[in-house]
């Protein structure tokens, strides 16, 4: 009796669901985002990589995951926060554009305890030969996991990007892409590690190589 009553409420729940699939109007069209991406001749790209489609998904997220010297990690990105960014993300990971490099500013000081990555160069020094606009809210808090934009001025965003290992108390300036959801202890992995300034703000006491970036 009981598997009869069973198989009656999946067969139910089966109908429902058809007849509100066949009954429902045709899906509605992707939200997206217009976005503006400007060349810096002045700054031209670090690696070969070409400037992204100016149409960007505004809805869902997507998971980025990174395999670095201290271990891996994986942040998850929410397109409708910042779709302009996250769009310019996935299309820098697509481009192998963060594969085999390092990321070339460590701080643990009262005010910031961030991990800077995306220079290929060196801190500050080495885009991807364009920018595009912040997408902030004057709102924005940047607790531990967040990973965010790091830029030289308002719409100067490029490729360079932070990571807060423990928390970051600067101005809502920074486009949030979203957050770590699994890896943390390899950030905290590379803390340890140390800093090679008195300041804790500089380079890494042992070089943080980022091997490999891809997304699901």
Not at 2 to 18: E, G, M, N, P, Q
Not at 29 to 43: G, I, L, M, Q, R
Not at 59 to 71: A, E, Q, S
Not at 185 to 198: E, L, N, Q
């Amino acid at each position: 009796m009981k598997r009869s009553l069973t198989a009656l409420i999946a067969a139910v729940l089966v109908a429902t669901t058809l007849s509100t699939t066949t009954a429902s109007a045709a899906p509605a069209a992707k939200p997206v985002a217009k976005c503006e991406f400007t060349p810096t001749p002045e700054n031209p790209a670090a690696k070969p990589v070409r400037i992204p489609s100016p149409v960007a998904r505004a809805k869902g997220t997507v998971d980025v995951y990174f395999v670095t010297n201290y271990g891996p990690f994986v942040v998850r990105m929410d397109r409708a926060n910042a779709p302009c960014g996250v769009h310019n993300f996935v299309h820098l990971v697509k481009s192998r554009f963060y594969d085999a490099t390092q990321c070339f500013r460590l701080t643990n000081s009262s005010r910031l305890g961030v991990l800077q990555c995306g220079d290929i160069y060196r801190q500050e020094e080495g885009g991807p030969g364009y920018k595009f606009p912040d997408e902030v809210t004057g709102q924005e808090t940047y607790p531990r996991g967040t990973v965010a934009y790091g830029n030289q001025g308002p719409g100067t965003n490029g490729s360079e990007f932070f990571v807060v290992h423990s928390f970051a108390n600067i101005a809502p300036n920074y486009t949030v892409l979203g957050h770590v959801i699994a890896g943390m202890s390899t950030f905290d992995r590379m803390v340890t590690a140390g800093i090679a300034d008195p300041d804790q703000d500089g380079p890494p006491a042992k070089p943080i190589r980022i091997y490999k970036v891809w997304t699901r």
